[in-house]
């Protein structure tokens, strides 16, 4: 089994950036495929970023050129750096960990863009 434990979510200016930061436990020497979601109030959960056996695939069109998903040194950390931060990136930001065919998710992390 995997755990995962997201931080560095908050309220930032449009303009601003943030770093979130996703701590893997458990079995992490198994996971093939980390990734970041978010979810907007009223909207499905969306895939922002991910990461598969060690390549990196921004996923959604929106964040091209803003975000940055990257692998810690540790085996067992996972970044998403934001710049240039809209108001429509507000949502609440899961981490996910693919494990021997079962995703694990975080508890989210909040992001909150004022405008």
């Known amino acids: 089994q995997v755990q995962l434990v997201e931080s560095g979510g908050g309220l930032v200016q449009a303009g601003g950036s943030l770093r979130l930061s996703c701590a893997a436990s458990?079995?992490?020497?198994?996971?093939?495929?980390m990734a970041w979601y978010r979810q907007a109030p009223g909207k499905q959960r969306e895939l922002v970023a991910l990461?598969?056996?060690?390549?990196?695939?921004t996923v959604t069109d929106s964040v091209k050129g803003r975000f940055t998903i990257s692998r810690g040194n540790a085996k067992n950390m996972m970044y998403l750096q934001m710049n240039s931060l809209k108001p429509e990136d507000t949502a609440v930001y899961y981490c996910?960990?693919?494990?021997?065919?079962?995703?694990?998710w975080g508890q989210g992390t909040q992001v909150s863009v004022s405008s």
């Open positions: 990461l598969s056996n060690g390549d990196v695939t």
């Open positions: 996910s960990a693919d494990h021997l065919g079962v995703r694990y």
């Open positions: 458990g079995d992490i020497f198994a996971i093939n495929v």
